[in-house]
């Protein structure tokens, strides 16, 4: 293993509007993660803990696709079609729906470690209800409290690790939360494949009965996390956070003329930052209209969630079955060989984009990402529209080939940057309850896409792709005009985004009180220098 010697500090010169960056600071610091003891162990056990959430996410996501390709289940609940079969995908949806308002109070009263720890409970719960489903009822209410569980621990998760990372990994870590979608997506899709031949009712109980594991590898790692140091000092817990930072960011070592001034610069910005957001603010929902900065960040966040489900990845997630019988697979076998291999190829573009995403500016991603997805959606379109009328072999392989080149376009952006961008966009003080927004707008798209989406390609075949073909153009144009660049900045200078008179406050706030610790710093050592030279004497 390396040494893990680091440079001295750098020298940055203190006034009123520089004082020293987190960023500049951190960069500094060129031993990679890996080959620190106490990092490395805080984001192996970032894996099951909050990694863990999109993985059961994606889990949920497949397996619902994956079901309606298993003739048992498709039997035992007879044969469920538009509006019913949109009812059973939607329901996880409406659950979530209906948590969200409470997500912000769990997480920002009891901390973001809790919420993941209730929604995993919740969603185990739901996981044993499916299993056990023996009539269409008692399905659909599983369905709905595996909907209510999943938003809390969303929240949760991917706020500890944008405001627990270090601020090195913080952008790769954001991505990868939303990656892991994938892992799981691949083993659900997996187990369907291995299970929709079975000739009883556990070749769709055992993938439900499965969906159990993700939330119970949570329930066991999250007692290993520490709490989000942000959260601590808005408590009044600052020794516990400065302990944290320093065992994390620092290796346990405050005085390391570098890791050790990364955390009283970290310190200084987050107690600053706090008392500014948090200063003549009631903690409401309120907060998110108060001022035109809010506004806009609340609009950004809403049109983001509708984005996210309304880009066409809905069909693909929960409805493959159908789109690739309108281009004639009606093999049940070949279906199940597209969802896994479809699955696994998401996962590989994922992956590349999240360890990809330090090297990309938001607005970049986002603009890239939208304009492929216009493309592709409308070659898709034509495609299909093609087929329907031709009947032709061709046209039905270029369907499927559009549907994986799709998967790189739709992560480039909604993938790889959106939690790392909400995290940003929103301050401490509203954080929770901006993803809560962003999730509501999501789910609530996901919920129309659910029980619209089956009415829509059973009725309309591939003329309903055109509503998609036109809200993406809309997507394009939304990101051009209203999307900030947020990216190569820390939380904590991206807290006043769009406010110039607090960000001015901030920034003279810091400099003075890292001024005084550094004064502090050197009587204190003029004081022991000049005791020693006493004793000499």
């Known amino acids: 293993m390396a040494s893990e010697k680091t440079s001295a500090a750098p020298q940055i010169t203190l006034g009123v509007s520089s004082a020293p960056k987190v960023t500049e600071i951190a960069m500094e610091d060129t031993i990679p993660w890996y080959q620190k003891k106490n990092l490395r162990n805080l984001y192996l056990i970032m894996i099951p803990s909050c990694l863990g959430v999109e993985m059961t996410s994606g889990y949920d996501a497949s ?42 109070f769990v997480t920002d009263r009891f ?162 930052t706090l008392e500014l957001e948090l200063q003549n603010k009631k903690r409401s929902w309120k907060e998110l209209i108060a001022t035109a900065g809010m506004r806009r960040r609340l609009i950004i966040a809403s049109f983001l969630g509708l984005f996210t489900q309304w880009s066409g990845n809905g069909l693909t997630s929960y409805f493959l079955g159908a789109i690739l019988e309108n281009v004639g697979v009606t093999s049940a076998k070949t279906k199940n060989q597209i969802n896994v291999a479809n699955t ?13 995403v330090h090297k990309l500016k938001r607005r970049t991603g986002y603009l890239t990402g939208t304009i492929s997805l216009l493309v592709v959606f409308t070659a898709w379109t034509a495609a299909s529209a093609r087929y329907a009328e031709t009947k032709s072999h061709a046209s039905s392989i270029a369907v499927i080939f559009l549907i994986f080149l799709y998967s790189p376009c739709y992560n480039i952006c909604y993938n790889a940057l959106t939690y790392t961008f909400l995290v940003e966009l929103f301050p401490f003080a509203v954080r929770a309850r901006g993803i809560a927004i962003f999730q509501w707008w999501g789910r609530g798209a996901t919920f129309f896409n659910q029980f619209v989406n089956p009415i829509g390609i059973g009725n309309a075949g591939w003329k309903y792709y055109i ?43 810091v400099a003075q009180d890292i001024r005084e610790i550094h004064n502090e710093a050197g009587e204190t050592t003029g004081s022991i220098e000049k005791a020693s030279k006493e004793g000499s004497h």
């Not at 059973?88 to 997500?103: D, E, K, Q, R, T």
């Not at 209410?141 to 627990?164: D, F, K, Y």
């Not at 520490?226 to 516990?240: C, F, H, Q, T, V």
Request: some cysteine; overall charge neutral.
């Open 63 to 104: 397996m619902v696709n994956g079901l309606q390709l298993v003739p048992t289940w498709q039997s035992y609940f007879n044969h469920p079609r538009t509006a019913i079969l949109g009812l059973i995908s939607s329901m996880y949806s409406l659950g979530a729906i209906c948590s969200l308002p409470f997500v912000p």
């Open 111 to 272: 901390g973001r470690k809790r919420g993941i720890l209730i929604g995993s409970i919740l969603m185990i719960i739901g996981a044993i209800l499916q299993t056990a489903s023996q009539n269409f009822a008692m399905f659909l209410v599983s369905r709905w409290i595996l909907g209510t569980g999943i938003p809390m621990s969303i929240v949760g998760a991917s706020s500890l690790i944008g405001e627990l990372s270090h601020p090195r990994e913080r952008e790769r870590l954001g991505s990868l939360f939303n990656a892991s979608y994938f892992p799981g997506s691949i083993v659900a899709a997996g187990v369907t494949f291995g299970t929709f031949s079975m000739k009883t009712s556990w070749g769709w109980r055992i993938p439900s009965l499965l969906q159990i594991l993700p939330s119970l590898m949570q329930i066991a790692s999250v007692w290993f996390l520490p709490e989000s140091p942000r959260w601590l000092i808005s408590k009044g817990r600052e020794d516990e956070a400065r302990a944290v930072l320093i065992k994390y960011h620092a290796e346990g070592d405050e005085n390391d003329p570098l890791r050790g001034e990364l955390v009283k610069v970290e310190m200084v910005m987050i107690k600053e």
């Open 344 to 356: 696994a190829w998401g996962m590989i573009n994922a992956m590349f984009f999240a360890f990809a």
């Open 467 to 509: 509503s998609y073909v036109v809200f993406l153009a809309f997507e394009v144009v939304f990101v051009y005009f209203m999307f900030p660049e947020t990216s190569g900045r820390t939380l904590e200078e991206l807290a006043f985004l769009f406010e110039d008179d607090e960000r001015a406050a901030q920034e003279q706030r």
